[in-house]
């Protein structure tokens, strides 16, 4: 089944402590991003990828990193996560002319 | 820079009723609109793709619109049915924005049955 997959679905974490949320797709796609979903503010671009080893910024970069080493995965980065990192995590993934697909979401807590 | 903004914000209809929420945005520009639907706490689910060179897209009971030069686009939904409940994003990407979807703040939908 053609899919964008997150791990792990729910994470409650400290402030300072570095985590990593994984994504994966199995549809050989270039294109890659992360979003975050906040209450009253919508979904909001973190970062994206164009294929392998090109990342850029989103609209909010800050505090977060990525890496793009094989073209099927696209991690997302907190070196040093904060509260107001608390939100709903979205990856997704597309390729050409086509929409995107997006995985089932991480929910992460920051205490 | 590219705002996306969904009316009604919450809607509420008895089942059977056919509906249309609708979806505008400011720069014309577009590669294409994507319509999803989102159930609480879960994922994204793909409803329609439209591309700028489109002017409709249709998916069983589901029929969505592209009026590119006005900025807008229409989602129709046939024949509502409480399995429809569910919060409704429409999303842009725009040429001059990289690779980035701008997504309205979606209308949140209730079928009453």
């Known amino acids: 089944e053609a899919q964008v997959t997150q791990n792990p679905r729910y994470l409650i974490t400290v402030t300072g402590k570095k985590l990593t949320v994984t994504c994966s797709q199995n549809?050989?796609?270039?294109?890659m991003s992360w979003y975050r979903q906040d209450p009253g503010l919508g979904l909001r671009q973190i970062y994206y990828?164009?294929?392998?080893?090109?990342?850029d910024k989103g609209d909010v970069p800050e505090g977060y990193k990525v890496s793009r080493k094989e073209k099927r995965n696209f991690p997302l980065i907190l070196e040093s996560p904060s509260p107001n990192q608390t939100s709903l995590y979205f990856c997704?993934?597309?390729?050409?002319?086509?929409?995107?697909?997006f995985g089932s979401g991480t929910r992460l807590t920051v205490v | 820079k590219q705002e996306v903004t969904q009316i009604p914000a919450a809607l509420s209809v008895p089942e059977g009723e056919n509906l249309v929420l609708n979806c505008s945005f400011t720069?014309?520009?577009?590669?294409?609109l994507q319509w999803f639907r989102q159930d609480p706490g879960k994922g994204l689910t793909s409803l329609l793709l439209?591309?700028?060179?489109?002017r409709e897209q249709t998916s069983g009971r589901l029929n969505a619109s592209l009026d590119k030069s006005s900025g807008r686009s229409t989602l129709y939904i046939a024949a509502s049915q409480p399995g429809d409940s569910a919060t409704y994003l429409c999303?842009?990407?725009?040429?001059?924005?990289?690779?980035?979807?701008?997504f309205g703040t979606g209308t949140r939908l209730a079928v009453r049955p």
């Open positions: 997704a993934s597309r390729t050409g002319g086509h929409g995107y697909t």
């Open positions: 720069d014309s520009a577009i590669y294409n």
């Open positions: 990828s164009m294929n392998v080893e090109v990342t």
């Open positions: 549809m050989n796609h270039e294109y």
């Open positions: 999303a842009v990407r725009t040429r001059s924005s990289g690779d980035k979807l701008t």
């Open positions: 439209i591309q700028s060179s489109q």
